[in-house]
């Protein structure tokens, strides 16, 4: 069965540092992957991609994740971090069996301190 | 900002009665899904769309909710009976069919 494994519900950080969110899939065939980020009382916003090509995708907001087949990770990354950037954070799969719907991790809280 | 556009934002109901919500796709998306996203932050699959053909829906839909994404209309969702595990946050979003989902702002469901 598909699934989507976020291991940290919470990270917590300071302004200026290395931020990496991690992410880790379960699909048998090539897997379509995605970052969402929902800020408090808002909807999701998409940040990025990986379908296929290069492992390192660039996304919005000066974010980037890198696929790795290897260890099925796609873990979500920034430098430096900013207060802005507190949100929640999903990573997600897409089911590529007809409905192509996202399976969706249970979510990162990332509290950036100024 | 979204070009997904839901209505209305908030929806409070009493237990027993009709809620309904509606969502315009962004222009020119032929696919459209609902999704129910609970306090726990949970997202759970409903429906989707390609047009006005569902593809796809889980069997809770099949009883209590209904949905449906008329040409020229907005796409809705009815819950014909609301309970108190329906309060939540449903979220509407549409694709171009290659993949990329891109929500709106949703309408966040109190049942009393």
């Known amino acids: 069965a598909q699934s989507v494994d976020q291991p940290d519900a919470h990270v917590t950080l300071y302004e200026g540092a290395s931020l990496e969110l991690r992410c880790s899939y379960s699909?048998?065939?090539?897997?379509?992957l995605f970052w969402y980020v929902q800020y408090p009382g808002q909807s999701l916003q998409f940040l990025l991609k990986?379908?296929?090509?290069?492992?390192v995708v660039k996304g919005t907001k000066g974010f980037e994740a890198e696929f790795r087949k290897s260890n099925s990770s796609f873990n979500l990354k920034k430098s430096p971090a900013h207060w802005s950037d507190s949100a929640k954070y999903f990573c997600?799969?897409?089911?590529?069996?007809?409905?192509?719907?996202?399976?969706f991790g249970e979510g990162t809280k990332l509290t950036v301190s100024s | 900002n979204s070009k997904v556009i839901q209505t209305p934002r908030y929806l409070v109901k009493g237990q027993g009665q009709k809620a309904k919500m509606r969502c315009i796709p962004e222009?020119?998306?032929?696919?459209v899904f609902w999704y129910q996203q609970n306090k726990n932050n949970e997202f759970k699959f409903l429906i989707n769309?390609?047009?006005?053909?569902?593809?796809?829906q889980i069997d809770m839909t099949e009883k209590r909710f209904s949905a449906e994404c008329p040409s020229n209309s907005p796409c809705s969702l009815e819950i014909q009976s609301s309970e108190a595990g329906d309060s939540a946050l449903y979220l509407c979003?549409?694709?171009?069919?290659?993949?990329?989902?891109?929500f709106g702002a949703g309408t966040r469901l109190s049942v009393l």
């Open positions: 979003a549409s694709s171009r069919g290659q993949n990329t989902l891109y």
């Open positions: 699909y048998s065939a090539a897997p379509y």
């Open positions: 990986y379908i296929t090509g290069d492992a």
């Open positions: 997600a799969l897409v089911n590529q069996g007809g409905s192509a719907k996202l399976i």
């Open positions: 222009k020119g998306h032929p696919v």
């Open positions: 769309f390609q047009n006005q053909e569902v593809l796809q």
